[in-house]
């Protein structure tokens, strides 16, 4: 038991590294930090969700003494509260009919995972300061600082331009960077356990996405309030519509994925899907999605009519 606390300590202690430095503005700090969820995903998923507690609690404390607290509450919202919500999930399991064990399906802790970045941004919106333009004008105002640090590489005729449509976006891109570094950091953590027969549980299929039904209901009601709802309201329900189809678009590539895999030369045919995901990756979001609904409904139309629709959890 000791050497598993000591790993969970050193995990928090790495993931902190990791975060640090980009605060620390090291080289590749940003790419580093990305991984930061990495080692507490690992330390969870491996050993349990008292781990994860553990090692996010000792890396918000070492960020704590060198950043000070805005830094620590950065890591424990960017990276422990993540690795909180997979271990949590992920190692949730029941015996199946047949006597096996039926684990928590992957693409339902993606859909708790996208519900914790839409509760952390509104989170975040309701404790910033007031802003005479309400949330838009904070996004806004970072907009701006992120074009001045472009400098003279913006044109003055584009800049006001670029800011406007820059802010209109801002909030679904962090929830979507948020959502991406949890996702990622998640399988590659569960294929490294897997690879050392160190995992608790075996790696999932991620061909097939079991997507909850709240999920869809969620997404109907952000565009209602988006298309109802005026101001700040209205912005956020638009940005929150964006962040909603993720997983759906995670369906769709998974859907092409399996079909592509199932033909003759799967490899070419895969070799262009994912190739078109690297070179348009946010265009290529919007067939996804759409794929990914007609899947969802398509599965869902299939459960009900052989009466087997499921708990939803």
Known sequence: MTSRIGLALAAGLLASLLFLSLAREMPNGSLLAFFAPLPLMAAGLGLGQWAAVLAAASGGAAAALVGGPTV????LATAGLSALVVSNRALLCRPAADGSVEWYPPGRVLAWLTLMSVGLFAFAAVALPHHPDGVKGWMTEVARRTLDVLGDEVAPQQRQAMIVSLASVLPGMVMGVWLLMAAVNAVIGQAILAASGRGRRPSPSYRTLDLPGWSVAAVAAAIVVAAAA???A?????????VALLPFAALGVATAHAHLAARPRAGLGLAV???ILVVAFLWALIPAAGLGLAKFVQT???RS???GGGKEE
Do not use: K
């Open 234 to 242: 209205g912005y956020l329900a638009a940005n929150i519509v964006a």
């Open 305 to 307: 009519l052989a009466g």
């Open 230 to 232: 005026e101001d700040g």
């Open 273 to 275: 899907l994912y190739g």
């Open 300 to 302: 869902r139309m299939r």
């Open 72 to 75: 620590a509450v950065t890591f």
